[in-house]
């Protein structure tokens, strides 16, 4: 049985990550170069989202449970004023993931917050967050190094968990699947596979024996099977490679259609 990762593995990674990220923003030769992987922003521009998103989710939890993010959430992050001074700029951005790392400490795992995804598998709780925050964080860490021209895999231990995370958090809803129901099968190098199914139903993610762990069990007929790392395969969900970097089999038509779904609130 594939455990979640504990709540204190999930800070620990947030502040792992956010340490990667700020040390791509420290080598960086601009603060103003391009990030390749988000081309129209620039460093600068990645690092006041993700501190800023550091520092807004760190006010919802705060807030504790809600029909919507916290006034004073949205307020903070849109006063933001960043130093442009590099050293400056760091320090802020390491201090904005300690607001976000203490409010989620104070708060407990199972607090319950207002989050953006109140259909789908994930939790509105402060775990539900961290959890979310790990990726984020990953990722962006990935585009930061990007933008240095040395981009590094994420870390086994967090893309395992982050393939599932997408797939609850971001891609299961009760929005109908516009198309003929079909599902899709993400195979992680690692051992590990999840199946998201798609119908009149909308969407929704299990996970499922990984190949050749089965004796005798005929695989099941999918839509499309992606396989990659788990650090392949997350980057793959948020758009950091295409879908020819990775091994599709079945109609990979269908990998067009599920990145082009926009499910209804």
């Known amino acids: 049985?594939?455990?979640?990762?504990?709540?204190?593995?999930?800070?620990?990674?947030?502040?792992?990550?956010?340490?990667?990220?700020?040390?791509?923003?420290?080598?960086?030769?601009?603060?103003?170069?391009?990030?390749?992987?988000?081309?129209?922003?620039?460093?600068?521009?990645?690092v006041e989202h993700l501190g800023g998103g550091d520092r807004f989710w760190a006010a919802v939890v705060g807030a504790g449970p809600a029909d919507g993010p916290p006034a004073e959430a949205a307020a903070a992050r849109a006063a933001l004023v960043l130093p442009r001074e590099r050293?400056?700029?760091?320090?802020?951005?390491?201090a904005s993931t300690q607001l976000l790392l203490g409010a989620l400490r104070q708060a407990g795992p199972d607090s319950g917050c207002w989050t953006w995804w109140p259909a789908s598998q994930s939790p509105q709780s402060a775990?539900?967050?961290?959890?979310?925050?790990?990726?984020?964080?990953?990722?962006?860490?990935?585009?930061?190094?990007?933008?240095?021209?040395?981009?590094?895999?994420?870390?086994?231990?967090?893309?395992?968990?982050?393939?599932?995370?997408?797939?609850?958090?971001?891609?299961?809803?009760?929005?109908?699947?516009?198309?003929?129901?079909?599902?899709?099968?993400?195979?992680?190098?690692?051992?590990?596979?999840?199946?998201?199914?798609?119908?009149?139903?909308?969407?929704?993610?299990?996970?499922?024996?990984?190949?050749?762990?089965?004796?005798?069990?005929?695989?099941?007929?999918v839509g499309a099977s992606v396989h990659g790392t788990a650090g392949e395969l997350v980057l793959f969900c948020y758009d950091r490679l295409p879908a020819g970097t990775l091994r599709v089999d079945g109609d990979a038509g269908l990998i067009d259609l599920l990145r082009a779904w926009e499910p209804e609130e």
């Open 1 to 46: 049985m594939q455990k979640n990762l504990e709540f204190p593995d999930l800070l620990r990674l947030i502040d792992e990550r956010s340490t990667a990220f700020r040390a791509a923003v420290a080598a960086a030769p601009s603060l103003d170069a391009r990030v390749p992987t988000c081309p129209e922003w620039t460093l600068f521009d990645l």
């Open 87 to 94: 050293e400056a700029l760091v320090a802020w951005l390491a």
């Open 127 to 221: 775990g539900g967050i961290a959890r979310h925050r790990v990726q984020e964080t990953s990722v962006h860490a990935y585009d930061a190094q990007a933008a240095v021209g040395a981009p590094q895999p994420l870390p086994a231990e967090a893309a395992l968990d982050g393939v599932e995370e997408f797939l609850l958090t971001v891609c299961a809803t009760p929005s109908p699947w516009p198309h003929e129901p079909t599902s899709f099968d993400f195979h992680a190098a690692e051992g590990r596979s999840w199946r998201l199914t798609v119908d009149g139903d909308g969407a929704r993610a299990t996970r499922v024996p990984a190949p050749g762990t089965t004796a005798g069990q005929a695989p099941d007929a």
